[in-house]
């Protein structure tokens, strides 16, 4: 059975390692810090396999270089990255096998542009790691990519499973449902999911993975077709928003001044 620890880093970063019941070494997902998997690893004795990458940001990389300098292993992240450390490039359908796992790769820029998603169902649970695109009750800011292909990716996300895990790779859980409750103060799931990651927060403990089908009931940004959200998002620009693309953008720009 595939185990997916988290490590926490820097303020709120998550580095998420990857582990099996019946093989031996160990994956991480975006290690910005080195010191942080090396101790994890040390800790159990684990040799490091593989590195996968999200997006070139270097809060997901900076750790890259002294992992592969002490273990010599394969790099997987997007094609055509800023990162000049990624070994094997990888773009929409390729294929990655981690374990007895195979993960398919989806491009989802907005984030960057760059920005790639891995996703299986080889797991008792589907599994999606997100990196900055979905957070649980967010998506990440635009710091490339445009609200059309945020938008896009966000139903690319919806299409999943909905018990599918989403593993994102910040603690933004309690602000992002600050947020939430601002856009839909009605919305009970919302509420629901406030008490239950404040609760977890208090005692030190993550607030992921999230699922796919508690994004749909408290995501602003995966909610952009229900008229709740486009009457809020009308009521910040005070302008009408009827389509999506339009909530999506006003909500996001509201998200950014929140």
């Known amino acids: 059975m595939l185990h997916i620890q988290p490590l926490p880093a820097f303020n709120d970063n998550y580095i998420w390692k990857l582990s099996h019941d019946e093989q031996v070494g160990a994956y991480v997902v975006d290690p910005g810090d080195a ?8 800790a159990t004795n684990t040799p490091l396999l593989g590195i996968l990458i999200t997006h070139h940001h270097y809060d997901h990389t900076d750790g890259v270089a002294r992992l592969v300098e002490t273990y010599d292993v394969p790099v997987y992240g997007p094609k055509e990255s800023p990162f000049a450390g990624i070994t094997h490039p990888l773009s929409s ?82 602000a992002n449902l600050a947020f939430a409750a601002a856009v839909e103060p009605n919305n009970a799931a919302v509420k629901t999911a406030l008490q239950r990651c404040t609760a ?30 486009q009457d809020a998002a009308s009521g910040y620009i005070s302008a009408p928003c009827t389509t999506q693309l339009e909530a999506f953008t006003a909500v996001r720009e509201w998200k950014n001044n929140f």
């Open 200 to 229: 977890l927060r208090e005692q030190d403990q993550p607030t992921l993975p999230t699922s796919i089908a508690q994004e749909k009931t408290i995501n602003p940004f995966m909610r952009a077709d229900k008229p709740d959200v």
């Open 93 to 174: 359908g390729d294929t990655l096998a981690v374990f007895d796992a195979t993960f398919t790769v989806q491009t989802v820029p907005g984030h960057t542009l760059d920005h790639i998603a891995y996703f299986t169902q080889d797991t008792s649970a589907p599994v999606v790691f997100s990196g900055d695109t979905l957070f649980l009750a967010g998506c990440g800011r635009l710091f490339e990519g445009s609200p059309a292909q945020m938008l896009e990716a966000m139903d690319w996300f919806k299409s999943l499973p909905d018990h599918t895990k989403v593993y994102c790779t910040h603690e933004y859980s309690l």
């Open 35 to 42: 010191q942080v998997v090396l101790d994890a690893l040390t």
